[in-house]
């Protein structure tokens, strides 16, 4: 089970590298990600360079796909032939994205009615697109997820180690990661978000 944690260049080290990290403590379960790229290698927004461990078409193969936010969002979402990279398809893969990330979502037409969760900065963007934006750090709707700020990357990752290996694992991930003496708290917390964001559907 692969999953492709979608980063350009401009990105939020926090919304790429934390859903990674957590979700690659999945590895002996047949769960990892991989940073996923459009060029060879890629510029932080605060300068720091990474090099990508999968090309963009890896998205096409992965079982999950995560969209990752940064200063360039608008770029991206305004180069055509970067989104034609993204062939994506919610009937057979889980499909997330991470504050302005909702941008993306919405280009390719894949929120249509669905709410979204974004950053504040990206908010005024994403509702220009005529998606209403919760305030709320996560919500999901089938195979597609969104959430909103920098540190609701753990949400993410949470919902899709929930959907690709069960609670009991997603717990466990979040448990160990978490601040030592607010382990429990800092796993309830998570669970009630991704809990709640998908109720809302009901």
């Not at 926090?14 to 510029?43: H, K, Q, W, Y």
């Not at 979040?174 to 800092?186: H, R």
Request: overall charge negative; some cysteine; aromatic content about 4%.
């Amino acid at each position: 089970m692969q999953v492709a944690v979608v980063t350009f260049d401009g990105f939020n080290e926090l919304d790429s590298f934390i859903a990674s990290a957590l979700i690659n403590r999945c590895r002996n379960d047949g769960l990892e990600a991989f940073i996923t790229t459009p060029t060879p290698v890629i510029t932080s927004m605060n300068g720091v360079e990474v090099t990508g461990q999968r090309p963009m078409e890896f998205v096409t193969e992965a079982e999950v796909v995560l969209i990752g936010s940064g200063v360039k969002t608008r770029d991206v979402v305004a180069d055509d032939r970067l989104i034609s990279r993204l062939e994506l398809d919610p009937s057979r893969q889980l499909i997330g994205a991470q504050c302005s990330g909702a941008l993306v979502l919405a280009r390719l037409g894949l929120l249509d009615a669905m709410p979204a969760c974004t950053d504040m900065k990206s908010r005024p963007f994403v509702e220009a697109c005529g998606v209403t934006v919760l305030d709320a750090p996560f919500h999901a709707e089938g195979n597609i997820a969104t959430a909103g700020g920098c540190l609701a990357s753990q949400y993410l990752a949470t919902w899709v180690i929930t959907r690709m290996l069960g609670e009991d694992a997603a717990r466990d991930v979040i448990g160990y990661a978490a601040p030592v003496g607010e382990n429990q708290e800092t796993v309830e917390r998570a669970m009630r978000a991704v809990n709640a964001g998908e109720i809302s559907l009901r």
